[in-house]
Structures are given as C-alpha cells and as structure tokens.
C-alpha cells in the first residue's frame, strides 16, 4: 500500500466540486502558480490571495516540502501540506508541478527515477491534481547514456507514460510532457520540437497524457532553434492538455537578465513579445487546458498586486477566438 493511501490522504473529486466555480468551455479554468518557501503559513496565505483575486486553480510545487525523498513520498510532512490545500477546496482546483529532478532518460539511475515518478503519481492523487506537468527526457552530457539511442530513449518514455494512464485517470487527473528549450546546463531533448514532441505523446495514446504548454520554452526554441512559433502551437493544439502561460523576449541566455530581456524570464502575459492575441485569435485547443500562469519564483510572489490585471489579461485572451473560428491550425 502507498503512503498516501495508507495516511487516507487520496483525494477524490465530487460530483458538486465545481460548483460556483467559474467555467470556460475552451478552457478548464484560469490558475496561478504559486511559492512557499518551504513554509505552509506562506503557502496558506498565497493561495487565500489567489482565490480573493478570482483565479479558480492553483499550481503547487512541492520541491521545499521535503515530501519527495530518494524517490518516495515521506509521509512525516506531506499530511501537514495536504491539510493547508483542504482548507482552500471551496475555492480553488489544484494542479501540480511534477518533479524538477525526474529523468526517464537517466540510464545510469533508472530505477531511481522509475520509482521518483511513481512517487509523484501518489503525491499528485493526495493533492487532488487535476493535472501534472512533466518534464520530458533529457539527455545527459557525454559519456552517460551516449550508446543509447534518443529513439531508444524516447520508445522507453513512452512505455512507462503508458503505464501510468489509467492510474491517472483513475482520479480525473492527466499528464503534461511540457515543452523545452536547450541552454547550458539545460540538456537536449527532443521535446525542443514540436512535431516530435507532438508524435511522442500521440504515440503514447492515452487520453491522460498530453502536453503542458509552456508558451516560453516553446518561443525561445523557436528563435534559437529555427522554426516558426505559431506553426509550432497549432501542431502541438490538439494533444495540448495543460497551460503554463508566462511571457519572455523570445532571446535564449544560460544567464537570464531581465534588463537585458534574456532568458526564461516568466514573465507575466504581455510584459515580454510572445505574440499572444494573434496566437489566441487563431489556434484553439480542443482537450479545455487549464489557463496557468507559471512566473519564475521570487516573482509568483512579488508580482501578487498584479493578480487581478494578469487574470483580467487572461480572460481577454481566453475571448479573442470566436465559435466560428474553432480550429487548431492558424488560417
């Protein structure tokens, strides 16, 4: 038995759950990313801001809660965190950022990993995850894994994603294989491009594996990498199952500078030149993502008397397609 069920910390939705709780139906709700420094009465406080503000979801990322370690779920602290999330249920939807440390392409610690993203499964039933992202495989620097084939790598993650499908569904929760960039110590992976990115999760074919658009990553590839932005949503629309909207200067940098405008900045939607009224006047997504803000941390934070403006700017965006534009190709 898991540490969650063994706690009886599984969360299972309502049939009521939503009710009063604003729907779009392009969209599954609008959400915010939030911080905690590894503090519930942080955590507490944050999500109070994000449900006065009127956003309907909040995205944890549990990395300071001490909840994940060597590859299980310590049950010692994650009943104190589920306990602040239960006193926001009323009010907000969950979503969860997936471990920042899995890698399905690590062969040196496969296993290791196999059991990290099991136990993100479990943390992500307790927290009541309507969705997950997941960073995809990436590759390690020479010599590790440097005989193994990326399709090889690739045909790997895809049996192990499968895997997990019906687990995931068993609680109305889905995975996001989020979109990438390469810079630095940020590795390779095939996920930079979105056809391949795209074939991998629709070779998977589960209905609860997608991917998780994150709007920077994807713009920042395609400056670098050489490929049209848009083009690249529209192909990626259909499978797309979870947002994290941020905005960037589209200027790939190991070393962010937002002076500059370098780097994987998060910035909030509008604050940097990722084109988002022609991406959203033209491209829908048919699988309803959640509209989550994602600002890099220390921002998620500062930014909080921006609440009701970033929401504001995301019901807009949310608008700009009409019913009888409903395509997931630009014209």
């Not at 999500?47 to 549990?62: C, P, S």
């Not at 943390?123 to 620097?141: C, D, I, N, S």
């Amino acid at each position: 038995m898991d540490v969650v069920k063994r706690l009886g910390l599984a969360w299972s939705p309502s049939l009521n759950e939503a009710d009063g709780m604003e729907s779009n139906a392009r969209f599954s709700g609008f959400g915010y990313a939030v911080e905690d420094r590894g503090e519930p009465r942080e955590l507490d406080e944050m999500l109070r801001a994000v449900a006065a503000a009127g956003f309907t979801h909040a995205e944890i990322d549990a990395g300071l809660w001490d909840v994940l370690l060597g590859g299980r779920v310590n049950g010692r602290e994650l009943a104190r965190w589920i306990a602040v999330l239960d006193r926001h249920r009323d009010d907000l939807r969950f979503t969860l950022h997936g471990a920042n440390d899995l890698n399905l392409f690590d062969t040196s610690e496969r296993d290791l990993h196999e059991r990290l993203l099991r136990a993100s499964l479990e943390l992500a039933r307790a927290v009541g995850a309507e969705a997950m992202a997941y960073h995809p495989g990436v590759r390690l620097k020479p010599p590790v894994g440097a005989s193994v084939a990326m399709l090889d790598l690739m045909k790997y993650e895809r049996e192990a994603l499968s895997a997990i499908g019906d687990e995931v569904s068993a609680w109305g929760g889905r995975v996001g294989v989020e979109t990438w960039y390469a810079v630095g110590d940020v590795g390779y992976s095939y996920a930079i491009w979105p056809d391949q990115l795209a074939g991998q999760v629709e070779a998977v074919g589960h209905p609860a594996v997608g991917v998780c658009l994150d709007f920077g990553h994807l713009f920042l590839a395609a400056r670098w990498f050489g490929f049209d932005f848009l083009e690249g949503v529209a192909r990626l629309a259909p499978v797309v199952n979870h947002f994290h909207l941020h905005d960037v200067f589209g200027i790939l940098s190991e070393k962010s500078s937002a002076e500059l405008g370098y780097g994987d900045l998060h910035l909030p939607p509008g604050w940097g030149q990722i084109p988002f009224d022609d991406l959203f006047s033209r491209i829908a997504f048919p699988r309803s993502p959640v509209f989550m803000i994602e600002l890099v941390r220390g921002r998620k934070t500062r930014l909080l008397p921006h609440l009701d403006e970033m929401l504001s700017e995301c019901r807009r965006l949310a608008s700009l397609l009409r019913s009888d534009q409903l395509t997931s190709a630009p014209a």
